[in-house]
Structures are given as C-alpha cells and as structure tokens.
C-alpha cells in the first residue's frame, strides 16, 4: 500500500556481534554474551555480569571509520557503527541529504566520556564538555552526511522503539523520505551502580520469565533500521526486508521506575499497535516480549500478555539473555531482531529459563524454532515512568 512504512536496512552491533550476521549467528546458537566485564572495571574493582563489547573505544573508533582522536563518546561510536551497516544495507549513501532524517535513542549520552573527564584531574571537575543525549545524535548525523530531520528521544528503556516509532510518523506525514531510527547505549558505571541502588542487578545471567529470576544484566549496542516511505523505496527499485506495520506508545504513570500491576500501560500499548497494523491478535506469530528479568517487570507483562491474547499467547521470547539490557538501545536492537525472525522464519529461544513464574503457565521459547510461520512480530519496549511502546514488523 502508498502508506506503508518500508524497513529496508538494519544495523546492529552487541556483546554477540558487530553486525546482523554474526548476531543472527549467535542467536541461533543460543550463544550469550553476558560475562564478566574487563572494560569498564578499574583496579580493584570487583567485574559485574554485563553484556560488554570487548572493543576499547580506540577501536571502535578504527571499525566506524572516524577520526580516532575524535575522542567521541562510546554511546556515539557504537551508532556509527550500527548506522553505517545499516545504510549499506538500504543501499541510501547517494541519497538526499535533506530527504533523509535521523532518530535515536538514549539514556545516558556520553556517560563513558564524562566519567573519564571526571576522575583525570581537578580541572575536568569544575568544566566537562558537553556529553547529553542529543550530543550523540549530533555526532552521528554530522558524521553521515545528514542534513534532514535529526532528533534525540531519552524515554529510558523504551528510548529506541520510540525513535522508529516517530520516523514512522515522520514519513507518513511526509516530512521525511525516509529515517534511521534507532537506540545506542554504553555501559557506564552510573548505570550499574543506579540499577544496583535498585537492586535488579543479577550477579548470574539473568532469566527473564523464569521463577527463580533474580534481576537484569545490563548490556551496551546500538541497533538501527532504515525506514522509507514505499514511494521512495519503489522509485529507487527497493524491496522491504519488512514493514512497519503497526506501532503505539502508552503511558500509565503508575510510579517513577515501579510497573503497574495491572499491567495497564503495556496493554494498552500492544492493542494500539495491534489495531494500527489492523490485527487480530491471533495474527501475531511471535512476540520479542521487553523480558528484562525483574521480578516486578516480568510480572507485569505476563499479566499484559494475558489480557491481551488470553489463553492463547503466541510464542515468546526476550532475547536480553543474549545481549543484556542494553537500555536505550533496546528497542533499536530487537527491532532488527524482529525482523531477522521474519526474514529467516525462525524464532529465537529464551536463554536459561527453567520453570514458569509462580500461578503462570507463560512458558517462553525454550529452543530455536523453524517449523513455524512468522508473518508478524510484536515487539515490546517499556521504561521507567511507566512509557511503553510496541511495533508490529510484518513480512511482505
């Protein structure tokens, strides 16, 4: 249809991979990257589980193709990377600069940058150069070429669902031809100590859905897809690798970073989107559920899935059990997920479960599967202050 929002190129970089092929890979081989972390730890101090990167800033930087003495922020860099994957795939590097807009998001800037300034010396205490959210995008865009639409969302967790969310409004409201949307985050030692103030932080890998689940690992990525209008996407002789097809985002604000036991603002959120793509819920093959590993997060969207699909909740999965969670960048991340689910017909397991939550027969994927039709993914985001956001990729 004239309407449709085309995805037509994906980038992504995690703890399991610097690009699509080799995160596909490892998704497939059920293979984590939750370990131990070198990077971010100084001496003596005592290494957390996370989803790590184990590339040094430096390179990074060499692998995005900047200048190294840039010193750009790590969150920056990981976009970049993410970006220029993503670009090559939609083949769009001659297109118009001012036709193109860029989205992401993020939640800590250039946290990684700030600490550093802070602890070199005394003079970096009284003046630390400027490491917001929207100094990331900036970056990103300036680095690209682009001279369109560029913005940054900061909704915590459901910071990346959000930015594809608004390109796709973006382009049916014709302002844009055509987005990278998306989320980065880096890991950084104010986000674990703030999760470990809440004490969510698991010591192990985490086990989203699972009964004897005991918090989340944190993770640091970027993900990015590239969204076109069909019109610019048929004029250049491209085909979708998937459609955009529904999206919603839903507030509930029951409580600063606590989730609503009904549930309430992740229903809302998967039925809005499910109405926009115009489905029945028993349309839905697979759902990348937000499966942070919380007990009070899990609880919560089990309670949402139920209301939602009733006794018959398609297959699930979180797939933060490969990659941690990567905050900001999450919803960017299982974006590109989701679609590689539809472009391979496979859904991908969730790691480490064991038995289902206490009064639930919820019972995630245990194993890959390829005996099953995917022809739509529901993917869900949902952040601190109770923002919630879903996105239906349909195959085409």
């Known amino acids: 249809?004239?309407?449709?929002?085309?995805?037509?190129?994906?980038?992504?970089?995690?703890?399991?991979?610097?690009?699509?092929?080799?995160?596909?890979?490892?998704?497939?081989?059920?293979?984590?990257?939750?370990?131990?972390?070198?990077?971010?730890?100084?001496?003596?101090?005592?290494?957390?589980?996370?989803?790590?990167?184990?590339?040094?800033n430096l390179q990074l930087a060499a692998i995005a193709g900047c200048d190294q003495s840039a010193d750009l922020p790590r969150s920056a860099l990981l976009a970049l990377i993410a970006?220029?994957?993503?670009?090559?795939?939609?083949?769009?590097?001659a297109e118009d600069p001012w036709r193109t807009g860029i989205i992401l998001g993020n939640t800590v800037g250039g946290m990684d940058l700030t600490e550093k300034y802070y602890h070199k010396s005394p003079v970096n205490n009284t003046y630390i150069k400027s490491h917001s959210c929207g100094y990331i995008t900036e970056q990103v865009a300036d680095h690209l070429g682009i001279r369109g639409f560029a913005?940054?969302?900061?909704?915590?967790?459901?910071?990346?669902?959000?930015?594809?969310?608004?390109?796709?409004?973006?382009?049916?409201?014709g302002i844009v031809d055509r987005v990278i949307a998306?989320?980065?985050?880096?890991?950084?030692?104010?986000?674990?100590?703030?999760f470990s103030s809440l004490m969510v932080v698991d010591t192990e890998i985490c086990r989203p859905f699972d009964k004897n689940r005991a918090g989340m690992n944190l993770g640091e990525g970027a993900g990015l897809v590239v969204l076109?209008?069909?019109?610019?996407?048929?004029?250049?002789?491209?085909?979708?690798?998937?459609?955009?097809?529904?999206?919603?985002?839903?507030?509930?604000?029951?409580?600063?970073?606590?989730?609503?036991?009904?549930?309430?603002?992740?229903?809302?959120?998967m039925t809005s989107a499910l109405r926009k793509?115009?489905?029945?819920s028993?349309?839905?093959?697979?759902?990348?559920?937000?499966?942070?590993?919380?007990?009070?997060?899990?609880?919560?969207?089990?309670?949402a899935l139920v209301r939602v699909f009733g006794g018959e909740v398609p297959p699930f999965s979180s797939t933060k059990s490969y990659f941690g969670h990567t905050l900001g960048a999450a919803g960017g991340i299982e974006a590109v997920v989701s679609v590689l689910a539809l472009r391979n017909q496979v859904i991908f397991p969730n790691l480490f479960f064991s038995e289902p939550m206490d009064g639930r027969q919820l019972i995630p994927v245990k194993e890959v599967l390829t005996n099953t039709p995917v022809n739509h993914v529901l993917s869900n985001s949902f952040g601190f202050g109770g923002n919630n956001t879903s996105l239906v990729f349909s195959g085409c």
């Open 228 to 269: 076109e209008s069909a019109e610019a996407a048929k004029k250049r002789g491209m085909k979708p690798l998937a459609i955009l097809s529904g999206y919603a985002n839903a507030n509930d604000a029951y409580h600063p970073t606590a989730t609503s036991p009904e549930g309430n603002g992740p229903f809302l959120s």
């Open 151 to 173: 913005t940054t969302i900061s909704t915590a967790c459901s910071s990346g669902a959000n930015a594809i969310m608004l390109g796709a409004r973006l382009i049916r409201h």
């Open 83 to 93: 970006a220029e994957e993503a670009i090559n795939d939609a083949g769009i590097s």
């Open 277 to 280: 793509a115009g489905l029945e």
């Open 282 to 303: 028993s349309m839905i093959s697979y759902i990348n559920v937000h499966g942070t590993g919380t007990e009070n997060n899990d609880e919560t969207e089990a309670t």
């Open 1 to 56: 249809m004239g309407n449709d929002v085309y995805v037509t190129g994906l980038g992504i970089i995690s703890a399991i991979g610097y690009n699509k092929e080799e995160n596909f890979r490892s998704l497939i081989q059920q293979k984590t990257g939750i370990h131990p972390v070198e990077l971010l730890i100084g001496k003596g101090e005592h290494p957390f589980m996370a989803g790590e990167i184990g590339s040094t």
């Open 182 to 194: 998306g989320g980065t985050d880096a890991l950084s030692k104010f986000t674990y100590y703030g």
